[in-house]
Antibody, heavy 121, light 107 residues
Framework: EVQLVESGEGLVQPGGSLRLSCEAS????????MHWVRQAPGKGLEYVAA????????YYVDSVKDRFTISRDNSKNTLYLQMGSLRVEDMAVYYC??????????????WGQGTLVTVSS | EIVMTQSPATLSVSPGERATLSCRAS??????LVWYQQKPGQAPRLLIY???TRATDIPARFSGSGSGTEFTLTISSLQSEDFAVYYC?????????FGQGTKVEIK
């Protein structure tokens, strides 16, 4: 069974930092691209970042570029999102997700349960 | 950025009835579109990929169609567990973009 378990939930002041982790199990982590998607309270879904299985290709949505860093440790089956210079508008539930990439175009097939990031003074 | 527009925002349907949800892309995404279902307090669940292929364990009452800029998700006979929010998302280009969602509620 595919399992994605996020951790790192917390309350942080504007300008602060937080690191999210996502531990994967039930599949061969190193063979899948991984993504982070967020959902602000009562709002829709927004892509945040994506990383290829070998970490050589990385994507960020413009609003988090130069503030967030996605990374992975295939030896630990873990995905990370280092978030810095946090803003009130970054407050959301952050989902870790597995992606499948037929024909090099990736879509999410499994999602974690999400972890809440609260940005407030 | 490709803008995905879903309609209607809310769809009121009686159990057993058919529901038709629409998704329009601001430019062609070919067949690179997925549909997700999200229930309150839960993560999204993949329903359809490649615009028309059902994901694993998705009931046959869910079907997807379309290509290019116009897509449809049809639920042939709504069951109680189908009342939820549905999102379309294109994976043809970066940034990946979602529609704003269609809430299917009980009439």
């Amino acid at each position: 069974e595919v399992q994605l378990v996020e951790s790192g939930e917390g309350l942080v002041q504007p300008g602060g930092s937080l690191r999210l982790s996502c531990e994967a199990s039930g599949f061969t982590f190193s063979t899948y691209a991984m993504h982070w998607v967020r959902q602000a309270p009562g709002k829709g879904l927004e892509y945040v970042a994506a990383i290829s299985r070998d970490a050589k290709t990385i994507y960020y949505v413009d609003s988090v570029k130069d503030r967030f860093t996605i990374s992975r440790d295939n030896s630990k089956n873990t995905l990370y999102l280092q978030m810095g210079s946090l803003r009130v508008e970054d407050m959301a539930v952050y989902y870790c997700a597995r992606a499948v990439c037929p024909s090099n175009l990736c879509y999410i097939d499994y999602w974690g349960q999400g972890t809440l990031v609260t940005v407030s003074s | 950025e490709i803008v995905m527009t879903q309609s209607p925002a809310t769809l009121s349907v009686s159990p057993g009835e058919r529901a038709t949800l629409s998704c329009r892309a601001s430019q062609s995404v070919s067949g690179n579109l997925v549909w997700y279902q999200q229930k309150p307090g839960q993560a999204p669940r993949l329903l359809i990929y490649g615009a028309s292929t059902r994901a694993t364990d998705i009931p046959a009452r869910f079907s997807g169609s379309g290509s290019g800029t116009e897509f449809t998700l049809t639920i042939s006979s709504l069951q109680s567990e189908d009342f939820a929010v549905y999102y379309c998302q294109q994976y043809n280009t970066w940034p990946r973009t979602f529609g704003q969602g269609t809430k299917v509620e009980i009439k």
